[in-house]
């Protein structure tokens, strides 16, 4: 049998709850990386709550850990890009997300040619 030890962040379920805390600390940091335009804070939240829970006919107390990890990066605006009708279907320039204005690609007479 595995001695016994007193509860703490690095052996609540063996690990877990560091193990996920560690998770969550690199996905918002990787986040703030990526998206550091956005001024909004992210966050980890770290809860856990330990319940008494005793045994009537022996008196043995087993509390109860309930620990759960959380984090939150600020939401994504939408985006938005810009089409081309061509023979009756909306076309866009896949090989450039960046294209500000996509019908600055092409000239006035060969969007009239290609709609015909």
């Known amino acids: 049998m595995n001695e016994l030890q007193a509860v703490s962040f690095g052996n609540i379920?063996?690990?877990?709850l560091l193990a996920e805390a560690n998770d969550a600390i690199k996905k918002v940091c990787e986040d703030v990386v990526i998206r550091n335009r956005i001024a909004?804070?992210?966050?980890v939240s770290i809860s856990?709550?330990?319940t008494p829970e005793v045994d009537e006919a022996s008196g043995l107390n087993q509390p109860v850990i309930d620990w759960e990890v959380k984090h939150s990066i600020p939401g994504r605006a939408g985006l938005q890009t810009r089409g081309?009708?061509?023979k009756n279907q909306v076309k866009v320039n896949a090989d450039s997300i960046d294209a500000p204005l996509q019908n600055s690609l092409f000239r006035r007479n060969e969007l009239e040619e290609n709609n015909d």
């Open 84 to 86: 081309i009708v061509q």
């Open 40 to 43: 909004k804070a992210r966050q």
């Open 48 to 50: 856990i709550k330990i």
């Open 13 to 16: 379920q063996s690990g877990e």
